[in-house]
T-cell receptor, first 114, second 114 residues
Framework: DTAVSQTPKYLVTQMGNDKSIKCEQN?????MYWYKQDSKKFLKIMFS???????INETVPNRFSPKSPDKAHLNLHINSLELGDSAVYFC?????????????FGPGTRLTVT | GDSVTQMEGPVTLSEEAFLTINCTYT??????LFWYVQYPGEGLQLLLK?????DKGSNKGFEATYRKETTSFHLEKGSVQVSDSAVYFC?????????????FGPGTSLSVIP
């Protein structure tokens, strides 16, 4: 009965590779997010989708491309990985129409680029 | 722009000590305020929230009061336990119905020792 799940949990890859992280939520939420957390725990929003429509797109390199095939899924594809992409990536979801704006986070994907 | 400032960590306390983690914010209008907690190896989860001035959010023995006059939302707990060891994030979201992001503070790491 996992609410927000991410795969994989750990991802180790070399510079220059392309990788994807998948996220699924079974809460019936209409809004999903990708965050990047650096080694100092600082959390930065990257993207947000509402009903499959991109609504927040922060200053993120073009190498990062989100895709939302439906309301329950939000994937993140990263091209030409760089050392600085090493971080923990969190997916989150919320129900915008509820008005509470509480976000539910997944367990994170720890990406290590060598 | 909107921002959240938290006291720097790490904070180390003995079990049963009193906890205060300071949080101040800068925002236009009347934002909603949140405290999220991140336990080791996990994603963030909502601890408590307040949506208007003088509201007090509370959960699991933690409390925070929305003080508009001092633009603060300090987190307090009367007697901490080892299990409270985590990173605590103060956050805000501007009011209104537009699609807007949640702004997180830098996080404060808390270690409680027996």
């Amino acid at each position: 009965d996992t609410a927000v799940s991410q795969t994989p949990k750990y991802l180790v890859t070399q510079m220059g590779n392309d990788k994807s992280i998948k996220c699924e939520q079974n809460l019936g939420h209409d809004t999903m997010y990708w965050y990047k957390q650096d080694s100092k725990k600082f959390l930065k929003i990257m993207f947000s989708y509402n009903n499959k429509e991109l609504i927040i797109n922060e200053t993120v390199p073009n190498r990062f491309s989100p895709k939302s095939p439906d309301k329950a899924h939000l994937n993140l594809h990263i091209n030409s990985l760089e050392l600085g992409d090493s971080a923990v990536y969190f997916c989150a979801s919320s129900l915008w129409t509820s008005g509470s704006h509480e976000q539910y986070f997944g367990p994170g994907t720890r990406l290590t680029v060598t | 722009g909107d921002s959240v400032t938290q006291m720097e960590g790490p904070v180390t306390l003995s079990e049963e000590a009193f906890l205060t983690i300071n949080c101040t914010y800068t925002a236009t209008g009347y934002p909603s305020l949140f405290w999220y907690v991140q336990y080791p190896g996990e994603g963030l989860q909502l601890l408590l929230k307040a949506t208007k001035a003088d509201d007090k959010g509370s959960n699991k023995g933690f409390e925070a009061t929305y003080r508009k006059e001092t633009t603060s939302f300090h987190l307090e707990k009367g007697s901490v336990q080892v299990s409270d060891s985590a990173v605590y994030f103060c956050a805000l979201r501007r009011g209104g119905t537009s699609y807007d992001k949640v702004i997180f503070g830098p996080g404060t790491s808390l270690s409680v020792i027996p």
